[in-house]
């Protein structure tokens, strides 16, 4: 039998009020995608070489079209180059699945 301490008790009550007052919301890899181009002053031409073409970016962009795990992949390759200190990975341009 584990015996909690007060120091863990407090812990599990900050998180089960975190959880029920400030939930965090689920990732939205276009609102990544749309800040990061802002931030960086990119143009879509730019991404063009990711996406294929720019029907496609335009369709992800406006939430038609997900973004494909190679293409979550380049961006993340592609945004570290800009700046190594973000450390970004393919799951900050996918939707997580709940």
């Known amino acids: ?15 089960a009020y975190e959880q029920q007052y400030y939930p965090m919301n689920k990732t ?12 960086f002053d990119i143009n879509y031409e730019s991404l063009i070489y990711i996406f294929g073409d720019i029907k496609t ?7 038609k079209q997900e973004i494909s795990s ?4 380049s961006l993340a390759e592609f945004f570290n180059h800009l700046s190594p200190k973000l450390a970004l990975t393919s799951h900050n341009f996918t939707q997580i699945k709940v």
């Open 70 to 73: 190679s293409q979550a992949e």
């Open 28 to 39: 939205n890899p276009i609102a990544t995608l749309e800040s990061l181009i802002y931030e």
């Open 1 to 15: 039998m584990h015996v909690i301490s007060k120091f863990e008790l407090l812990v599990l009550l900050i998180e």
């Open 57 to 63: 970016l335009e369709a992800i962009m406006t939430d």
